[in-house]
């Protein structure tokens, strides 16, 4: 079981499967400097804060006995401010549980808490009522939502509130507010295929849930005024952003979506119904997920979409190049196997996600999707 575990985890961690944060990294160059974010390019300062959210509705999927599912839910948004405190991207606790998690060696404990940020922590939200987008992130299976900060604190930067979640017992360190930590019981029960069908499925209720108290008509933020709930995308990084689909299908309220990097395999049937998909989805991936590649599924669900759809993938990139971590093994001296740096994978991943959707919320037209561009030649479009 340990074997098949370690087999099906590899086909979808981000940097675990590429070397960042596994027993190999052994010997990072600059494993003592912080950690540095590429600053975001929007127009907005950001602010963040931080929810902690009680689903009543239904036990814990993990971790049955506990008869609610809590979670951590992390929200970037514009706003005017230009002072004050920063966010923390993991206390040194949680650091230390994800490296200690991870197996990784060879960097001190706490250097995901030297992470420099730039969203404002608590920063009072900016704009009219009704006029802000919501983008949900979901991340990687096992790891948490921090690794998608660069990506949020963008999307934000260019006026989208962004709700990334933290999904509770599928990481190593979740910390609630009154000091307890969640660890990742999960990685326990991740031994074949089918794991990640009932994974999906989970973070599609999660995504719901969230939706549900962002916009309903009693919302968890004082800034949820600021939404325009007809005006709803996702997102997020590997099984985060297969979960795309899942949450699609179940919540109409989902305009858009995004796959990066995640395969969609449940070991069954697709999350994709026969009557077929009509929403818009961008399909994001590295050189390995090209259509007939290795990653049969991608291909499977492709099929079965019928609206607007593209299939773009990135040269020179690995797994870990679309999240935070790509930028971080290149600061640490990890070679991650991506030849593309992780500064430009990020500015990738950045601009794409703001392409998709400010064509399908914003309704802006977004040449960038449809053809090869000088900018970025990594990018081919691989179907369409």
């Given at each position: ?19 960042l ?98 969203a ?15 983008i ?13 900060t ?10 989208y ?8 017992y ?116 590295n ?28 040269a ?34 950045r ?34």
């Amino acid at each position: 079981m340990e074997k098949s575990r370690r087999r099906w985890a590899a086909l979808t961690v981000a940097a675990v499967a590429a070397g960042l944060l596994s027993p190999v990294a052994g010997t990072a160059a600059n494993a003592g400097a912080p950690l540095r974010l590429s600053p975001p390019t929007g127009r907005h300062p950001v602010g963040a804060t931080e929810l902690h959210l009680t689903d009543t509705s239904r036990p814990d999927p993990w971790v049955p006995e506990r008869t609610a599912r809590e979670l951590m839910v992390t929200l970037w948004y514009p706003t005017d401010a230009r002072r004050g405190a920063t966010t923390e991207y993991l206390s040194a606790e949680e650091s230390r549980l994800l490296i200690e998690g991870k197996r990784l060696t060879g960097v001190p404990l706490d250097i995901f808490s030297t992470v420099k940020t730039y969203a404002r922590v608590d920063a009072p939200a900016a704009g009219a009522p009704g006029s802000l987008g919501l983008i949900v992130l979901s991340p990687g299976w096992t790891q948490p939502i921090a690794t998608l900060t660069g990506l949020a604190e963008d999307l934000a930067s260019h006026g989208y509130v962004v709700a990334g979640i933290d999904h509770t017992y599928e990481t190593y360190a979740i910390t609630f507010p009154d000091g307890r930590i969640a660890g990742c019981a999960a990685c326990a029960l991740d031994d074949d295929r089918s794991f990640f069908g009932k994974l999906y499925q989970s973070r599609a209720a999660d995504v719901s849930f969230v939706i549900d108290r962002l916009t309903g008509p009693k919302p968890a933020w004082r800034g949820s005024r600021l939404i325009d709930a007809a005006r709803i995308g996702m997102s997020g990084h590997s099984a985060g952003s297969a979960s795309t689909i899942a949450a699609m299908v179940a919540d109409p309220r989902i305009d858009a979506g995004i796959n990066v990097d995640g395969a969609t395999d449940t070991g069954g049937a697709s999350m994709i119904p026969a009557s077929g998909f009509t929403r818009p989805f961008l399909w994001l991936g590295n050189p390995e997920h090209v259509p007939g590649g290795r990653d049969k599924s991608w291909d499977a669900d492709w099929a079965r979409m019928t609206g607007w759809k593209r299939w773009l993938t990135v040269a020179g990139t690995d797994h870990a190049s679309f999240t935070d971590l790509g930028i971080f093994a290149d600061q640490l001296g990890i070679d991650i196997g991506a030849t593309t740096p992780g500064i430009r994978a990020t500015e990738i991943t950045r601009r794409y996600h703001r392409a998709m959707f400010d064509r399908h919320l914003r309704h802006r037209h977004q040449p960038l999707l449809d053809g090869a561009s000088r900018r970025y030649p990594e990018v081919t479009v691989a179907a369409r």
